[in-house]
Nanobody, 124 residues
Framework: QLQASGGGLVQAGGSLRLSCAAS????????MGWFRQAPGKEREFVAA????????NYADSVKGRSTISRDNAKNTVHLQMNSLKPEDTAAYYC???????????????????WGQGTQVTVSS
């Protein structure tokens, strides 16, 4: 089970730190990632990090403004988002997959698990 948290309402230019905690099993050998879905839009990739933390991948829309990290000892993944924009408003979902961060960016998931979303709303 994946439990996401940390969403909220923030003004444009602000920051949020999303967290996702896994329970029930360990995902230390899985790539962990974040996706988001805005109303009326398809789900899109945001960021992913390899099991070792040595490889990351970001969507162009958040690159330079976001940092993904993980703590395998705590079975958690975090997404620090800075300089938030109204277009970042969406429900954010964490997911794990046995595919690489690059593959996740291309939408290739395998042996995947998904958490429930946490809402991020950025006001202008």
């Amino acid at each position: 089970q994946l439990q996401a948290s940390g969403g909220g309402l923030v003004q444009a230019g602000g920051s949020l730190r999303l967290s996702c905690a896994a329970s029930g099993r360990t995902f230390s050998r899985y790539t962990m990632g974040w996706f988001r879905q805005a109303p009326g839009k398809e789900r899109e990739f945001v960021a992913a990090i390899s099991w070792s933390g040595g490889s990351t991948n970001y969507a162009d829309s958040v690159k330079g403004r976001s940092t993904i990290s993980r703590d395998n000892a705590k079975n958690t993944v975090h997404l620090q988002m800075n300089s938030l924009k109204p277009e970042d408003t969406a429900a954010y979902y964490c997911a794990v997959s046995s595919t690489s961060p690059t593959a996740q960016r291309m939408g290739v998931m395998r042996d995947d698990y998904w958490g429930q979303g946490t809402q991020v709303t950025v006001s202008s």
